[in-house]
């Protein structure tokens, strides 16, 4: 069995918690206000289903974006608190989440040229996915990504495992 390398970096490695907690703390943060965004416009639509809509699967559209965002910014919500916990198997977790999420944003997109149902879809992605909107805006997908990868890296790197609990 290999021993670990001393780290060649020690400042990295006292950093490597604080990034981790760092991405959950903005995931955490992020997806809270994506969750309370959503909720308002689902709520406002839910309330006054003719103010808006005039697309004939304006509905069908809305729902399946607004249950993604949900989906999606929960998830972000479960994760942010696992690396806030610095549980470092979640960081693999985060990075997979972070390219669906980007795939989630970058599909009602390319749906809108669908013949049938690409009006209804562009109507619905401009007020369907705003519980992702917070996430996918401030790059968190791309930098929360990079960061937690690195720590991840530096902590294989040289055998550092985070402070467990104690059991008592």
Not at 53 to 77: C, D, N, R
Not at 117 to 144: D, F, K, Q
């Amino acid at each position: 069995m290999a021993t670990p390398t001393p780290p060649k970096n020690p400042l990295a490695l006292r950093a490597v918690p604080w990034v981790i907690r760092s991405v959950g703390i903005a995931a955490v943060l992020l997806a809270g206000l994506g969750l309370a965004g959503e909720t308002v416009y689902v709520w406002g639509i839910a309330t006054k289903p003719r103010c808006c809509g005039t697309q004939p699967y304006f509905i069908q559209a809305f729902v399946v974006l607004a249950g993604s965002s949900y989906v999606i910014a929960t998830a972000y919500l479960v994760a942010g608190v696992k690396l806030i916990a610095l549980r470092a198997r979640w960081t693999v977790w985060f990075v997979l989440l972070s390219v669906f999420t980007l795939i989630a944003a970058l599909a009602p997109g390319a749906l809108w040229l669908h013949p049938r149902w690409g009006s209804s879809i562009a109507e619905a992605s401009g007020v369907g996915g705003m519980g992702t909107a917070a996430i996918v805006l401030t790059g968190l997908p791309i930098w929360g990504s990079a960061m937690v990868t690195w720590a991840a890296c530096q902590m294989r790197r040289s055998g550092f495992s985070p402070p467990q609990p104690d059991p008592s």
